[in-house]
């Protein structure tokens, strides 16, 4: 079963109000990370101090089910998300977010233009290469736009590797994924182009503002 299936599954199980808790896992099936997508239907704590630093134009890489782009709506604010999900950009739509289906290594609307990038609930791991993905999303701004991308917390261990996806009872086919924890995210995005500005805690979650 691919990843993006079971990811689908648990979005639909967590919009009906069921749950939608899975896991990473290593290939001996040893859990790596814990993922609710309950988490991201509504806005939760922390999203906040995301929300008030986002400037101009706002690109939401791998949106899911569109939280934060909705609410940018609603205040009038430019911005798009983008998922590779079908069933994240469901119910992005249904949301009121503007959302394309589609993959951020691919070509986007504006690149070159957008003010803000957002990689939140861990979308550094997007790939499996954080260099290459902020890079990517160097790429992707305008001259003086920001990164802004949720961490691991301090002390936690930065890595990449193969890893599947286990959702009530099934396990995926292995991606690749990443994490970066707070400690090192000045050395990763030195190396992809992009100086670290700031880094901030808020409700337990840690963040980090970086410029191109």
Same mark, same amino acid.
């Given at each position: 079963?691919?990843?993006?299936?079971?990811?689908?599954?648990?979005?639909?199980?967590?919009?009906?109000?069921?749950?939608?808790?899975?896991?990473?896992?290593?290939?001996?099936?040893?859990?790596?990370?814990?993922?609710?997508?309950?988490?991201?239907?509504?806005?939760?704590?922390?999203?906040? *101090?995301?929300?008030? #630093?986002? %400037?101009?134009?706002?690109?939401?890489?791998?949106?899911?089910? +569109?939280?934060?782009? $909705? !609410? &940018?709506?609603?205040?009038?604010?430019?911005?798009?998300?983008?998922?590779?999900?079908?069933?994240?950009?469901?119910?992005?739509?249904?949301?009121?977010?503007?959302?394309?289906?589609?993959?951020?290594?691919?070509?986007?609307?504006?690149?070159?233009?957008?003010?803000?990038?957002?990689?939140?609930?861990?979308?550094?791991?997007?790939? *499996?290469?954080?260099? #290459?993905? %902020?890079?990517?999303?160097?790429?992707?701004?305008?001259?003086? +736009?920001?990164?802004? $991308? !949720? &961490?691991?917390?301090?002390?936690?261990?930065?890595?990449?590797?193969?890893?599947?996806?286990?959702?009530?009872?099934?396990?995926?086919?292995?991606?690749?994924?990443?994490?970066?924890?707070?400690?090192?995210?000045?050395a990763v995005s030195r190396r992809a182009g992009l100086q670290m500005d700031s880094a901030w805690s808020e409700a337990g979650r840690w963040f980090a503002q970086l410029s191109a």
């Amino acid at each position: 079963m691919t990843p993006l299936h079971l990811y689908g599954q648990a979005l639909r199980s967590a919009a009906g109000g069921a749950r939608g808790r899975a896991d990473l896992v290593d290939a001996a099936g040893a859990r790596i990370a814990h993922l609710d997508a309950t988490l991201w239907i509504e806005l939760r704590p922390g999203d906040a *101090g995301v929300l008030d #630093r986002c %400037l101009g134009s706002i690109l939401d890489v791998g949106c899911g089910p +569109g939280r934060l782009a $909705a !609410e &940018l709506a609603r205040a009038g604010r430019p911005a798009l998300g983008v998922d590779l999900s079908a069933e994240a950009v469901r119910q992005a739509r249904r949301r009121g977010a503007a959302v394309m289906h589609g993959d951020v290594f691919a070509p986007l609307p504006a690149e070159g233009h957008w003010q803000t990038v957002l990689l939140v609930d861990g979308n550094i791991g997007i790939g *499996g290469d954080p260099h #290459r993905l %902020l890079h990517r999303c160097a790429g992707l701004l305008r001259r003086g +736009g920001v990164v802004l $991308a !949720e &961490l691991r917390a301090p002390g936690e261990r930065t890595w990449s590797g193969q890893v599947n996806l286990r959702y009530a009872c099934h396990v995926s086919t292995p991606f690749r994924w990443a994490h970066v924890a707070i400690d090192d995210a000045e050395a990763v995005s030195r190396r992809a182009g992009l100086q670290m500005d700031s880094a901030w805690s808020e409700a337990g979650r840690w963040f980090a503002q970086l410029s191109a």
